[in-house]
């Protein structure tokens, strides 16, 4: 299966705009390009200028993906995944989450696989984020914040990917600034050295703007 699995140091960390973006470039170049996140919570907030991740997901991609062919759990309350399943009467179950991603995966193109917040969130009980990135073995990319407590937040993801055996393809600062401050320029050379794994930057982005945004990312490398 060849694909990316991306996942953030953390909740609001720009995962969602960063593997919009893949999909989105991906699809632009050519390439069939299938999308998939395991859960998405939070429909019951208000919508902003994104739809939730699913919906974003399937029409970056472009495949003609249905949003509910992207998630295969979906609940309102903007909570951990175990929680929102267990407030809705339901179990996640990892095999399903498994099968879901392989069957979606295209056979002559590119899977992309968000995750849910940071590695180490429970899915379900016993069955972290981390163990579906293992599962379906897919290169990782981590989306990173650029400010002030990133170099920890990062740093502590790569280390726990890496515990596990996970390959982290690269990094991603985002949403990059024009015009970055002397923090955020210090810090991307300071995870990449620390962490020892290139760091890309991913500018702001708008629905209009992902396939660009996307194709300044090192996909090819990555993949």
Request: aromatic share 4%.
């Amino acid at each position: 299966m060849r694909g990316l699995f991306v996942s953030g140091t953390d909740t609001g960390a720009g995962k969602s705009m960063v593997a919009a973006s893949i999909c989105a470039a991906l699809a632009a170049d050519g390439e069939l390009v299938a999308a998939f996140k395991p859960v998405v919570t939070g429909l019951a907030e208000p919508v902003g200028e994104f739809p939730p991740d699913h919906e974003l997901l399937a029409r970056a991609a472009g495949s003609g993906q249905s949003p509910a062919e992207v998630a295969p759990y979906r609940y309102d309350p903007p909570l951990s995944p175990h929680y929102a399943a267990e407030l809705a009467g339901e179990t996640i179950e990892p095999a399903r989450l498994v099968e879901h991603a392989r069957a979606a995966a295209p056979r002559d193109g590119v899977l992309v696989a968000e995750g849910v917040g940071g590695l180490l969130v429970p899915i379900t009980t016993g069955y972290l984020v981390r163990d579906l990135a293992r599962d379906l073995a897919l290169p990782l990319v981590v989306a990173a914040r650029t400010g002030l407590g990133t170099i920890n937040h990062t740093l502590l993801t790569v280390e726990a990917a890496q515990a596990v055996g996970l390959e982290v393809a690269g990094i991603v600062m985002t949403p990059w600034p024009e015009a970055p401050a002397p923090i955020e320029l210090s810090n991307r050379s300071t995870v990449e050295r620390l962490a020892g794994v290139p760091v890309s930057v991913l500018r702001p982005v708008d629905p209009g703007s992902l396939a660009a945004a996307g194709a300044e990312l090192p996909l090819g490398e990555w993949l």
